[in-house]
């Protein structure tokens, strides 16, 4: 994530292939039942047992943290693993997978565009993999690499096609180096920051210059620039494009590894706009409809920029106060813990969200919610009445964000609710 405004323009589109997204499951993943893709950023900072034992109990199965090159080879050819064998440890003990970024320059060896410290930073790469292979991490190459701000100022532009290539030449050292220590890895590649035309011409840039053909395992993005999830869906479906352009399978995974929204208008990029005294509700409502969102898009896996104390205003904790957003996910997760999203319902504007989630036995949920219009704050949404078809009749359980309980009378097989941008729980909606 970086400091400016990254906004990519046009129509929000909506169609079956964006909704269902990709059919075929990666063996190394999982699959989309709630809350299987749904995960934190962590830092040393919020990464005690305490820590550890809250994201278990609010049901988050991924967490993302950083595998600092400067931090683990202090000295030539010695890697210190100490700072990380017992968080490690912690998280598999808890069932909690880890998304673990590999990153960045090296005191010692300098930047990696470049030999010899390429090579050697294909090695770090492989003692990482070697060390945690029992573990199932995720690994992801590098942090925001179309970006002056992680790749480097020699290029005085970022999303160029110099850091493509010098991007691509990384990637293709690194990959042999680690699956030769473990050939079943799972690498991602891309962890692009920002869906805005320069950065779609960055990723074009990397698949024409073959980082397909290296061996990589999904590709991830940060969708930040966006003043709302819901326009996602069309940055998702441009990158799609360029995958098909280039020969990527359909079915090749795509994650979004970094996203939050900010309390503050003072970090552009995670901004959502709007009265700043409700920021705190709309960060809560994003995150539901993030996750929401990527899973229409099939997207693999989501993870929420980050949980404590951090330093652009989007983690669920500060100073020991849980914000909004923490109960928000509590809820979800509790409300939709193994469901799986079956179909968008049909309404009449394109605006408003019905979704269908359905659990293996058959019993049925709805998330209901509005947004605004594409590209607008997240305060100008229309709070409006619209009918629901629902499977019972009689009293229906509705919750609202933050778990509160109330209850809707169903007539010929439809409820009346009020939409907003505060998404809703539909419990008795049914069953198959």
């Not at 967490?63 to 968080?87: C, M, P, Q, T």
């Not at 945690?132 to 096609?161: A, Q, R, S």
């Not at 969102?293 to 652009?312: A, L």
């Not at 309980?405 to 008795?428: A, F, M, R």
Request: include cysteine; charged fraction near 25%.
């Amino acid at each position: 994530m970086l400091n400016g405004i990254r906004i990519f323009c046009g129509t929000l589109l909506f169609s079956a292939a964006a909704l269902t997204g990709p059919d075929v499951l990666s063996a190394d993943l999982p699959d989309m039942t709630v809350p299987n893709g749904c995960g934190m950023q962590i830092k040393p900072n919020c990464s005690s047992i305490e820590d550890l034992d809250d994201l278990k109990a609010l049901g988050f199965k991924f967490v993302r943290r950083g595998f600092l090159w400067n931090g683990i080879e202090k000295e030539k050819g010695v890697y210190d693993f100490s700072a990380h064998d017992e968080i490690m440890k912690n998280l598999k003990e808890r069932g909690i997978r880890v998304i673990g970024v590999i990153g960045l320059n090296s005191k010692i060896h300098g930047h990696p565009k470049d030999q010899p410290a390429r090579g050697e930073y294909a090695k770090f790469a492989a003692a990482l993999v070697e060390r945690y292979k029992d573990h199932d991490v995720i690994w992801e190459m590098w942090n925001e690499p179309n970006t002056m701000h992680f790749w480097g100022k020699h290029g005085n532009k970022g999303n160029t096609e110099q850091y493509a290539k010098e991007y691509v030449a990384l990637v293709k050292e690194a990959v042999p180096a680690m699956r030769k220590v473990d050939p079943n890895c799972y690498i991602l590649a891309g962890s692009v920051s920002c869906l805005w035309e320069p950065s779609f011409n960055w990723t074009e840039f990397c698949f024409k210059q073959g980082i397909l053909q290296t061996g990589i395992t999904g590709w991830s993005v940060h969708p930040y620039g966006f003043k709302l999830p819901e326009d996602y869906t069309e940055a998702y479906a441009v990158v799609r494009d360029i995958f098909a352009k280039n020969n990527v399978p359909k079915d090749f995974p795509m994650l979004n590894t970094e996203r939050g929204f900010s309390l503050s208008g003072k970090n552009v990029e995670t901004w959502a706009g709007g009265d700043e005294k409700m920021a705190d509700q709309f960060q809560a409502w994003h995150f539901v409809r993030q996750y929401m969102i990527d899973m229409m898009n099939g997207i693999r896996v989501t993870i929420w920029y980050e949980w404590k104390d951090g330093q652009q205003e989007c983690e669920f904790i500060k100073s020991g106060v849980k914000r909004p957003a923490y109960e928000a996910a509590k809820v979800m997760l509790g409300q939709l813990s193994g469901y799986r999203l079956v179909k968008r319902m049909p309404l009449e504007s394109p605006q408003d969200y019905l979704l269908l989630f359905e659990k293996a036995t058959g019993e049925q949920k709805i998330v209901a919610w509005s947004s605004p219009p594409p590209k607008e704050t997240p305060d100008k949404v229309k709070v409006h009445q619209v009918d629901v078809e629902v499977k019972v009749q009689g009293a229906v359980e509705v919750y609202d964000v933050n778990g509160k309980k109330s209850s809707v009378e169903s007539k010929d097989g439809k409820i009346s609710i009020s939409l907003s941008g505060s998404p809703q729980y539909v419990v008795s909606a049914g069953k198959k």
